[in-house]
């Protein structure tokens, strides 16, 4: 895999837990009882920093700062067609 350096558009597979899914939400499964789901949402974000620990420094769209490891499955560099359909989402985040 191409190594991820500052600048770089991302899409991170983020899990999560509701009780009422996101129009955004893929892959959505009810809990045993059906009170809560669980789900991924597509964020869109960019590499801010490759930290010597093997970690990169990213940002939202709206400001907040994640760090993750770059080996995360759930981690991965954006597609060509993602860049463009979702360019707005990355520009926000630069």
Known sequence: MK????????????QKHSTSPGPRAKEVSAAPRGET????????WVVQERLEDGQVQ????????HTVAAEDPNLRHAHWWE???YRRRFSDAQ
């Open 3 to 14: 190594p991820f350096v500052p600048g770089d558009w991302v899409v991170y597979r983020k």
């Open 37 to 44: 789901y669980s789900y991924v949402v597509d964020k869109f």
């Open 58 to 65: 990213l940002s939202t769209r709206r400001g907040k700062q």
């Open 83 to 85: 860049r463009w359909l």
